[in-house]
């Protein structure tokens, strides 16, 4: 069964990661370009480079195509429009992509102004693309569901790195991990993804930006899962974020750590 | 330029890879599998029936094809013959597995006796085969070269888990951890991987199995690196185990934590 998911900017969607993923693929597990801009020569390294070839490919298309929308990237900023906003990030999990890993993805949301209506997260070289709208999310043709997991100690947790919970949220999260059955570190989006495969059954993040989450928003409740902060509120603005599978996981991760100041 | 080595095991092993691969690839991303033994159902998880299909598998050919070599696998242990050992470990990173992650893999170890003098990572989800012996590593027909990396304060350091390190060298790790340009956790045999192909610097880790090492000795050796135990004595016992991609680097590293306890 294919994909029937009517949202109008589906196919403009795929367009984007099509063209974000040519741009990126010669730099995987490239070694170190020299960029000469004029004032001696500077290095870049491959991730950067990168990042910035696939947010100008994605910019140039909305530009031709839907010049009224805004578009918020990682590495560009804010170009003005909308109140229809496309949230990009090119590379998430740049961490991975430089030590050769392919568990990175490029995230693009489509914003209709009150909320994320359309995700991807696009894996450009191992050709994996989980697309999310309109309350259904997929792989290809395969429908995603996200796994029953009643409770913590059933669950598989991941974190993209320790470092990134600062404050009270630390002791917060070790606390969690203590009760969890397994917990793993640097999944980056792909941990979203698996998420929505029933791999997964939580991801629980801080300091995130809204061009890390919005596009796993949309795939993450589609495959029936649940994505907010860590008070239960909507994650769209990124900072504390709770993704889980099963809403019963939810809740009990919710009772944890709304408190946490 | 193809592979110009003339180990006269190559094909076998070759064989070897393809035979756990198509076992183990049904298993990836699927659900739990019941079993019954005849005293009622069991459950086992995919991994597990995964593990013990590809290491069925390759056991098979072995003793078809060289009856009189000892075999010595994670899953079933050691079979008398010898001195030539196939050292077998069918999933190396079982809980990337779990996790749906592609960043596992089959490690296949010829040893004549003297020690590891062909070694196979497969990845057989994203059809990557290392191969390590005769002082060479080929991913394909890419030659694998290690990169230079002085000292340690440049050095990308990959380790499994934070919890293999039992007493006097988690502390010892720690130690280390803190003067690298970056730390990741989570690479399982990947991460040798990646250094043989120039992308990562070090891999520190303990309580390591033989067949969690051998069959990375000539890959990451071929590739130019150093694979040692934290003393600096032949890894292919296990236990502590450092490998760098850089001389200079493994030398550093070692006048570190060759005193832990």
Known sequence: MLPAMPHPYLGLAHRLADAAGAAIRPYFRSALVPEDKGKGPERYDPVTLADRAAEAAMRAILRQEQPGHAIWGEE????????????????????????????WGTLIAFNDGSGPTLGILDQPILHERLVGAEGQAWLGDQRLATRPCASLSEAVLFATTPDMFAGAALPAFEDLAERVRLRRFGGDCYAYGMLALGLVDLVVEAALAPWDIQALVPIVEGAGGVVTTWTGERPDDGGRIIAAGDRRLHAEVVRLLEGTA
Not at 78 to 103: A, Y
């Open 76 to 103: 560009e900023g804010r170009t003005p429009g909308g109140p229809e906003t496309w949230v990009l990030d090119p590379i998430d999990g740049t961490r991975s992509f430089i030590c050769g890993f392919p568990t």
